[in-house]
Every structure is written in structure tokens, then in C-alpha cells.
């Protein structure tokens, strides 16, 4: 069925991993001409730099010539790079034909579109047997997906310039068998609550969208029924793709798999790269199908999305790796492009959203990257300021969440980011009640992120390795308590999907004391966990600290093991260190296989003191441990004979033989050092002592001592989080009283 210009332009859409977007052509029955998108808009201009930059590309490719080779290769091999760059640069020519109206761009995508419809009717499964879901120009049907999402798009640019019979060739051979595989022929990739899904769901309704098929329109958004998936089906990371009362579809990816906030279950990594299909194919039903009121649905999520992601970054714009994700992903991402200027566009023009975008360097070629370059260009750019926040998890908003306390300039210098979410589906890490700290963009604290080298092909073809099972998503690769050796949930996904941390309560009004608590009762049955951390600005030390507490409440005598995974180089130290002639692994199971042990030793007599310098500055954690704790100095890359792994460092507190434990450390930043003056400055730590003076099942009280003997006194109810209740607390004869959940005091 032939479809109008209107439609036809509405439906022209961006690819993931291009360069570019489609133009809108608001309440327009012509093509969007060059004059016409670029009004007002001057040569200097972000738009007109990116048109420019995406012809370059496009017209070097052109010159190269079209080859669409047999599938055979993993991620990272030929056949699966060249079919990619094929989607990218058909749609991207389709841009620029939509845009200047030069038939060469026209002709060169009809003609790999003909090569294409002339392989696909005989085109077996991919040969790589190891997808839970197999494509068939690639190894699994997401790359697949993100296939027909582009050259949808690039169809819809020249679907004028081709005759009715070139259109029913085009859509009897490939579109709608591609639409038909990747739905009802793979049911379990389609039918499910996940990023692969919201792929595949935009990708079928993306076409649907061109071919005016509201039959694969409808599919796409409310999924496809009696699907007789078996109740067990797992994915390759042995996620569950069935929950109970489970919808399907693209809307019920928007309910289900974003809280209110508009945090994404699986993390921040995997939400940049789902919000390209939620984005576009919002944009598509925006103008084609009004009456849905997507970008209003869930009161408008898909712009807080926006805003939540941009707030999971450092100061450097990197998202924080939370689970599955690849350190070094950032705003500078072409889905994140997307998503700012579609958020300005649709939201409610937030100029900090500008500064964003002015980063980027580029926009999308469309009304809404207009709209950016146009306010960038009249100067009506602000900073994009990054403030402490909490961002819930769950699609109710009731299953825990992310906290993420900040301190300094706009772009902020310290940054601790505290993970108390539900399980994140089949790419979440068992780490409950663990945390990482930054430093101006520089990791002090690590998480580990994923085990994997994407798209690099001799490394297991691109995918995930084995390590990421047996060493990154385990407890002891995160920077939280792990009892008797074994992960949360015993590692196991399924008991992990049950259950959440709780919010204890948080804080952010005042610019010197920001902070968070959270309480876990699941992770290990019969031991409470309960972790406290503050971010504290104060007189008595250089620059702002980390306090920590970790309280554990167990119903026997455990084990408990807290790491943190520093960066950098080791000074000082204040217990023995003993460097053993061979090295032995820490354990044998549950990631402890993957530790080698380079020093155990007791904890200090007094306070337990490790101090050590990354990219110029130091670091000193301070602990209150007893004496019969110890301290285990370790590194990774044990079990891992083919360096799959990091050879990372780590400092381990150990508790043994106790039912009730309590951890409490000081993260200070301190001094820096000079190579050109050769000078070093407060290399030293701040803190004289750290001390417990009160800890019951209802208070705990630390007090940390400068060396200026000035005091701080840090006092905390445990078991009532209420902000106007009151508390009195008598330590040596003296009183203390007041109002909420903590205090602080200095002496």
C-alpha cells in the first residue's frame, strides 16, 4: 500500500551507532528541504557541522561500493562489521537524500536494499550456535533488529522514489519476513522485558510504521499472544525471560522496566543503549499516532530517562559501570545524542540540556537537533548541574534504588555512588549495599563493571566471557560486605529477583553533610545488613570525606569480608605487611578463586590505616578494627589463564567467628604531589583517630579525632528513620538529644 509523503517522512529514523536522525516534517505534505530544516541557522552551526561530517562519510562509501556478504563471523569479524556498516550507511544516505534531494543517495540505497531482498528468502540461520535467540545476518537477532530499525528508516527515505513494484519486491522478500522472524519466529527474543526486546519491538513497528502495517504496528506494541514459551526459558546469562502476569511489547517495556524516576532496571550502560529504540520509536508514534501521548505516558518517563542517565555520569560524562557495563560508555554515545535533543525538543526546552548537546559536538538532523543548534547559537545554553539525588528503582518506584551523593563545582569533584537496587534482571550483579567513589572523573573506588571485550573478536567472538559468571558479577568483585565466602543469594538470579534492598533514609539539604542509608535482610538469610555513608565537608580535614558504616546483625557466627577495589598505587600502611614468595588464591569458589593474596596481616593495634596515591593525590581509608581482625592485601587474576581479567588491586577487612559485626571506615582525599617541583603536599592523612563509642541494635556512634584534637561526633538511630523523632543518648555521663535519624556534632 502506497503511503503519503506525510507518513513517509515521519517514519524516517536514526540508527543506534550512526551519526545522525531522521527530520520531522511537522503538519507538511513535501519533503523537508535543506532551506527549510536549516532556517536561521547559520554554516557554523552544530546541524550544518553534522550534515557536513555525515556526507563526508556517506560519500566515501559510496565510492567504496556495496558488498552484502555471506553472514558467518561473530562480533567484531567481517561479514558481522561490514552488514553493520551497511545499516549505517543506508541510513545516513537517506538523510542526506531526505535533506539535499541528490538521487545518488536514492540510488545507492535501492540498490543495496535489491541485494539484500535477493539473499534474505534462502538465508539460514546464522552459523554461530550461540544465541538463546539466533538472527540471521548476525550471530543473534538483536544485531539483527538493529538491522531493520535502521534500514526501515532508510527505506522510508526513498519510499517516493521507488515505483510500486520495486515497494511490494522490497516488502514480499525482506521487510515483512525480517519482521516476522524477529517476532513471531522468535517469540522468546520478542516477548519479554528487556533491552533485546525493546529492539525488536521498535524494529518491527518502525517498519510497520513505513509499510502503514498496523498489524505489525499493534505487534509491536502490545507483543504477541499464545506464544507458548516454556515457563523455565532462559537467556544466554540465564535471565529468566517468563515472569509471572508479564506483559509484552513496547509499552510494557516502558512500564515495567523503568521506576518513576526514570532509572533503568538493568543500569545505566544497557540504558543508553535501549534508549535509542525507545526514543525513536517514540518520535515515530509522536507524529503518526498521536493519540497514544508516548512521551507523556508514565508521567512522561521517557524524559526523565533522559535526565536520570545523564545524572548516572562523572565528571567527566562516563557512566558510572554499574552491573553489566563497559567502563568508558559515555554521553558522547550517538544514542545519548538522541535522547538530549529529543528531550529538548519534547520536553520542556531545559537549557541545560544545551551544554550537554554543545559537548556532543553534533546534533540530530531533524526539527529537534534544529531546535538545539538554533537555542545553542541565540545563547540560551546553561549548565547542566549535577546534584545529589536518590533515583528509585522498580517499576513502581518500591524496589530499592541508586544513591548518588555529590560534592563541589557543577561538574563535581566528588561523586559516591551507593547501589541498592533490585536484581537488574539477566545483567545485574549480586553486589547489594556497594559503592564506588570519584574523584573529577577519576575512579578512587571501583566497581569492576562486565568481563568482556565488545566487539573484539579473539576474545570469545565479542561476547560475554566466563569470567563475568565466575568473577564480575560475584559479591567480592563489588565493594560490600560477603559472608563466609559466598555471594549474595548464593548467586543465584532467581533468588535475587525476589527481593530488594530498602531505603533506610537520605539527606541533601545541607551543603556540608550529604547522606544515605539502606538496609538489606535477604541477601544472606538471618543476617541483617545495614550500611550508612556520609559525604562530609568539614574544617578539621582538607577536603570532603567518606564516613562508612556497615553494621551486620547475624543469628550465627559468620565470616564477613569488606573490599574495596582502590586505584592506584600503594605509601603507607600501618599493620605488617608480608609479602609471600609464592602466591596462593584467596579461595576456591564464588570469585575468591580469581584473588591472589599478596600480604595478610592484623589489623592495626589502635586504628587500621592504609594510605595510597592515584593520578597525583592521595588516599587514606582509616578503620576502627579489633584486634583479632585482619587485613588482606590482594590483587586479581588468579584462575584466568587467558587474561580475561584486570590485574587489579584490593584491600580486604576481615571479621571471624561473629554473629554481630561492625565495619566503619574513612575514605579521605587528601595532598597532591608535584613532579616538575618534585613536592608533595598533606601526604599525610588528617585522621588521629577513629573511634566506636556506642554501637546497640538502637545507636551507633563514632567519633573521628583530628590532629588538631578537634572532634566530630556522628550519632545515628538504627532502628527508627523518621525525620521528627526524637533520640537521647548518654555516652560518659553525658547527654545528647536530637531530632531525625542522625546528627552530627563537633567538639
Known sequence: ?????????????????????????HNSEKPVQTAIVKQNLDKNSLFDQTLQKIKKEVDAEIARGIDVP?????AGGYTHERHKKNYATAQNAGDLYRIEKDEKYAIYIKEMLMQYAAMFPELPLHPKERSYARGKLFWQSLNDSNWLVAMSQAYGSIYDYLDKKEREQLEKDLFLPYADFLSLENPKFFNRIHNHSTWGNAAVGMIGLVMDNDELVNRALYGIKNTNIPEDARDDDGGRILKQGQKAGFLANLDEAFSPSGYYTEGPYYQRYAMYPFIMFAKALEDKRPDIKIFEHKDGVLIKAVNALLNL?????????LNDAQKGMSIYNQSIVIAVDAAYYYGDRSPGLLSVAQKQARVTLDEAGKAVAQAIQSGEIQDFEKNSMNLSD??????????????????????LVYKYTSQGDSHGHYDKLSFSFYNEGEEIIQDYGFARFVNIEPKNGGGYLKENTSWAKQSIAHNTIVQNETSHFDGNFDKGSKY???????NFTSDDIKIVSAIDTNAYPGTKMHRTMVMLKNELFQKPVILDIFRLEGEKENQYDLPFYYQGQIIDTNFEINTPEELQKLGSKNGYQHLWVESRGKAGESNT?????????????????????????????ATDPEFNLRR????????ENVKDALFVTVLEPHGSYDPVTELGKNSFSQVKDLKVITDTPEYTAVQITGHNGERILFLMSNQEASGD??????IDKEEFKWEGPYTIINK
Not at 522498580?394 to 561523586?415: A, H
Not at 523523632?725 to 548518654?730: G, M, N, P
Open 648 to 655: 587489579d588491586p584490593v584491600f580486604i577487612s576481615r571479621k
Open 725 to 730: 523523632e526524637q533520640h537521647q543518648l548518654i
Open 1 to 25: 500500500m502506497k503511503i503519503n509523503s506525510s507518513v513517509l517522512h515521519l517514519c524516517t529514523f536514526l540508527l543506534a551507532f550512526s551519526t545522525t536522525t531522521y527530520a520531522q516534517n
Open 500 to 506: 530488594n534492598p530498602e531505603l533506610y533514609f537520605s
Open 70 to 74: 555471506t553472514p558467518k563471523d561473530l
Open 313 to 321: 555520569t562523572d565528571a567527566d560524562g562516563d557512566f558510572f559501570p
Open 609 to 637: 590505616k592504609f594510605t595510597w596515591s592515584n593520578n597525583r593525590k592521595f588516599y587514606t581509608l582509616t578503620q576502627a578494627l579489633g584486634s583479632n581482625d585482619r587485613v588482606i592485601l590482594g590483587r586479581i587474576g
Open 394 to 415: 522498580g517499576p513502581e518506584g518500591n524496589k530499592g534504588g541508586i544513591t548518588i551523593l555529590r560534592q563541589g563545582k557543577p561538574g563535581s569533584n566528588y561523586s
